[in-house]
């Protein structure tokens, strides 16, 4: 299958910094990419929808201005944790799909988000 | 209506077991339902995939079963090994969002 990387694998930064994590497409590329985050024993939960070239779609409860979405290229996607809290300390996964009719995602390794 | 059921939440099988992981959803506009593999700490990794225009599918030792009418599909997992162990989570999507509605996820325990 198609690889995703996501990087950095675990992060630890202070409260009231910014954190940005990278998703690239390695070997396709990738119109639309999906940030995801999961709590522990938990499913994941869709946040945004990134379309290279245009602005992210955030689903209903997400704080646009807090999970900062940016798909310059076909190939990397990136979500910004601003200000960060303790509460967003998570588990934060991307995906990425190729252009068409191809409904198959394919995920990042996950970033592990502690918040102190 | 955007919800995909899944049963049961943990699941313990001894090796060469046949676990089966059920998923159930309402809206029929879905057309795609992929099944993940999960690991502690890694990401979902792709296992199988079906369309409901087909019944079953089988992958390796992974078979899915399709109920179109029923709005219900299921994983099975042939000659289940300890690897096997892990979280797996059903998921549904629609042509034009390709946007996932994922299962609350299954976790399994095959016991040498």
């Known amino acids: ?116 | 209506q955007q919800q995909v059921k899944q049963s049961p939440q943990s699941l313990i099988v001894q090796k060469g077991g046949i676990p089966i992981i059920n998923c159930a959803y309402e809206n029929t506009a879905f057309d795609y339902f992929p099944w993940y593999q999960q690991f502690p700490g890694k990401g979902p990794a792709l296992l199988i995939a079906i369309r409901p225009d087909v019944s079953e599918k089988k992958e390796g030792r992974f078979t899915i079963s399709f109920n179109k009418s029923a709005k219900q599909f299921s994983l099975h997992i042939m000659d289940s090994q300890p690897g096997d162990s892990a979280t797996y989570f059903c998921a549904a999507s629609t042509s034009g969002t390709y946007k996932y509605i994922f299962g609350t996820g299954t976790r399994l325990k095959v016991l040498a």
């Open chain 1, 1 to 116: 299958g198609a690889v995703v990387s996501q990087h950095p694998s675990w992060v630890i930064c202070k409260s009231g910094t910014s954190v940005k994590i990278e998703c690239r497409s390695l070997d396709f590329q990738a119109t639309t990419m999906f940030w995801y985050r999961q709590f522990p024993k938990q499913s994941l939960m869709l946040m945004a929808t990134s379309n290279e070239g245009s602005k992210a779609t955030y689903e209903q409860g997400v704080e646009k201005d807090k999970f900062l979405i940016n798909h310059a290229s076909l190939t990397l996607s990136t979500l910004t944790v601003t200000s960060a809290h303790p509460e967003d300390s998570s588990f934060y996964i991307c995906s990425a799909r190729e252009a068409g009719f191809i409904p198959e995602a394919f995920f990042g390794q996950g970033t592990r988000l502690t918040v102190v």
